[in-house]
Every structure is written in structure tokens, then in C-alpha cells.
Nanobody, 115 residues
Framework: QVQLQESGPGLVKPSQTLSLTCTVS??????????WTWIRQPPGKGLEWMGA???????YYSPSLKSRTSISRDTSKNQVTLQLTSVTPEDTAVYYC???????WGKGTLVTVSS
């Protein structure tokens, strides 16, 4: 069974870079036909698709976040990483790692942007 676990700092200061890691177990991020996706949900708001990385390593980003977002992977560790630069308090959210086509979601991790 595929399981996803997000990890990273829970508090980031404004203007800094938010970095999160998604560790995938029970399946390889390269051999499965899944796109590994980052999604976030600000407090009191809906889900926002941020971007994804394909099994090939190709990446796709939300147009509204593209200039600040980078998704990469470490195949040796079976991990997918999210970086979001120049964060503001509006980036405060629960961040999820997911495979939408596979129906797999991590539990999410709350990241607060505050000085």
C-alpha cells in the first residue's frame, strides 16, 4: 500500500523559502504511473493545486505560483520535495503531498509564515 508522509518546518519567516519533503513508501516514485502532486489549503479556504512531478521527472506548476515554486525528487530516497520562495503570511496553509490518480494523500503538514 502506498503511503505518503510530508515533513518540514512548521514555521517559516516572511521572505524565506519554504521547503517540504514528501516521503513515499510502498511504491516507487519513478516506476508507478503517478504524478506526485503538492496541494495546499489555507485556513478557511479551499484546496489549491500547486504543482506536480511526473514519473519522467517533468514538472508542472500552477501559473499563479510558478515563479516561486520548484518541485524536485530524490529517487534514491523515494522523496519528492517542494520549495516555495519569498513566502508571505498568505502562504500559511496545510500542505499535502498526493497522487491524485492513485488516490493517495499524505496527512498534510501545517506551515505557518510569521515573524
Amino acid at each position: 500500500q502506498v503511503q505518503l508522509q510530508e515533513s518540514g518546518p512548521g514555521l517559516v519567516k516572511p521572505s524565506q523559502t519554504l521547503s517540504l519533503t514528501c516521503t513515499v513508501s510502498g511504491g516507487s516514485i519513478t516506476t508507478n504511473a503517478y504524478y506526485w502532486t503538492w496541494i495546499r489549503q489555507p485556513p478557511g479556504k479551499g484546496l489549491e493545486w500547486m504543482g506536480a512531478i511526473a514519473p519522467s521527472g517533468s514538472t508542472y506548476y500552477s501559473p499563479s505560483l510558478k515563479s516561486r515554486t520548484s518541485i524536485s525528487r530524490d529517487t534514491s530516497k523515494n522523496q519528492v520535495t517542494l520549495q516555495l520562495t519569498s513566502v508571505t503570511p498568505e502562504d500559511t496553509a496545510v500542505y499535502y503531498c498526493a497522487s491524485l490518480s492513485g488516490g493517495y494523500w499524505g496527512k498534510g503538514t501545517l506551515v505557518t509564515v510569521s515573524s
